[in-house]
Every structure is written in C-alpha cells, then in structure tokens.
C-alpha cells in the first residue's frame, strides 16, 4: 500500500459538509466560513513513546489527536469544525489505519469537524499532528490574559484522573476504578459545551494538559496577576481516592497532565452564572482559589502555603537548551 492508496482507503470519507467547498483530494483544501465569525487556528502534535506509550491502541492514539485539539477549541470558547492530520508512520500497516481512522472519525463525529486535507509521510516513528480550525463570535475568544485579581478560579471535572490513568497503563490495575482511570487517559472529553458557554461568562480560560497547577500558572502569567488554589477544595474523583492514598492522589491532580479539563477565573458577579451554565450541562465545576494581585501561584493547605509539585511535562527540559 503506498501513499495515495493509504489516503484514498483511510483518510477519503466523504465529506457532508456544505462549507467544505473542496476537502481532500486537491492541492489544498477550500473552506466557506460564516460570514463576520473569527476563525481560530490549532495544532497539537502525538509521538509515539512521549505522548502516549508504546503499543497504545491504535484507535485511542486517532481518539486523542482529535480531543486534545478540541480541547484547546474548548479553551478558546470556539466551535470546532474543520481539521487536517498529518501522519508520518513507520510502517503502513492496515489493521493499525483502520482502528486508527475509526478512533480519528469517532472523535470528529461527536462534535461535527469534517477531514479536509493532510499529509503522509514514512518515518522513524509515528508522529500525528492534528490541526483544527473553529471559529466563534467576533471578539468572543476567551483568552489566557483575561484574569483580574479577586476572580474565581474553577476547574470541570476531576483533575487527576488522567494522570493516575497513564500511571495505571505502566504499572498494571485491574479493578473497576482503575479501568476508569485508564479510560479517562485514553478517551478525554474536550469541555466545548462548557467553554462556549463560558465566553459570556469567563473572564480567562486554559485546558489543563500539562497538569493544574502548571497551566494555572500559566493562565495567571499571561494575566500578569498570581493566584491561589485551595488544595482542599480539589475535586478528586472516587476512582482516584480509591485507587491511590491521599498524598498521591494530590499530587495527581496537582501535577498530573492530560485531563483536557477546563480552569475557567471569573468576577465574583458572573461566577454563579458559570456554575449555573456548568450544572446544565451537568458537569462538575468546582471552585479552588481565587486570582490575586501578585505573588505568583502558591497552593494553600489550610491557609499555609504547601510546596507546590514538580511542574508538568516539558519538552526539552533536560537538554539544557
Ligand atoms: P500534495 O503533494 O499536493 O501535498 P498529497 O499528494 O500529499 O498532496 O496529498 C493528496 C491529497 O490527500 C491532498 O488533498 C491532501 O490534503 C490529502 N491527504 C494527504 N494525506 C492525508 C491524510 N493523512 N489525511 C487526510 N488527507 C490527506
Ligand atoms: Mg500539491
């Protein structure tokens, strides 16, 4: 199977998309936005062995390259709609395309974004890099730097879980709980409904792949204010308490990447409304700190400042570059 047959078998779906004036097929794709909406542009990119490990199944690496980038659309307050893969593969083997593409398709099914073009390469290792474009209202993009001291802080879901899951797929667990866990690594569902209606709402927002409080930080950064976040105020999930002891579980939900949750500050006026807009869609959203003048992110344990865990994973961070 060479390239075009690889494209043509697995990537070629029809698409229903009225907007997609060209998909895949020509040199470039041609896309009809609705007129006066902003487009948001963006790419996330798996590697095998870094991003997920090695002999992750097939259909959960196609699942996930399209949920992180939905979440970073979440984190915007946009609706998604078209995207593009490049794919370079070691090998082009056929039940891997297969699942592969089902997992890729399911993701953008579940929230209406068609595959419009792409890239195919051999190479070393399996790289998949996922750009998506959405678009939202003009000036509605809920952004990083939008934080102002005395802000709430919140969080969707339950942070952590992720983390502990990667963990389980390393070191084996077999209990109901820990298959939770697991699936939350391997499945995350990008917050969108949640992050659209935050654009009325929100005064900033991140996804959190990185771990809480290094995308926290990150948010606070780009808002030039610091912040707090009341570690007993953490929602920790069932699965996660049952699974680890209390110390880890913590530091699961403190430093642990790849939830694709959203933290969301918002003015003391319009956080019952954000709360109140979550629970409709019935998803937890849990306050744990506030947005202060200065001072950086500091986590507080009953009122005393705790040390904060080893911040969230880095790319080139031990080459010194
Ligand atoms: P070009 O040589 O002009 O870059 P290609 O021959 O690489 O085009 O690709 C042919 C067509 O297939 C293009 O429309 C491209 O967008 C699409 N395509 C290539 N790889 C993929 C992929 N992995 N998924 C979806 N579409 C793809
Ligand atoms: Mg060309």
Redesign the pocket.
Known sequence: MD??E??RR???RQAGDADVVL???????VLRPDAGRDLVAVVDTLVDGVHYPAGFPAGDVGYRAVAVNLSDIAAMGARPRWM????TLAAAEADWLEAFAGGLYEAADEHGVT??????TSGSQTVVSVQLIGDVEPDRALRRSGARPGDRLFVSGFPGDAAAGLELLRTGGDTPAAARLIAKFRRPAARLALGSRATALASAAIDVSDGLVDDVGKLLAASGTGGVIHVESLPLSESLTSTFDAPRARAFALGGGDDYELCLTAAPADAPALVEAADELGLPLTEIGEVTDGGGLRCLEAGRVIDVPEPGYRHFRDSGA
């Open positions: 390239e075009f690889l494209i697995y990537f070629s998909g895949v097929g020509d040199d470039g794709a593009t893969l490049a794919l595959l419009v073009g792409g890239d195919t």
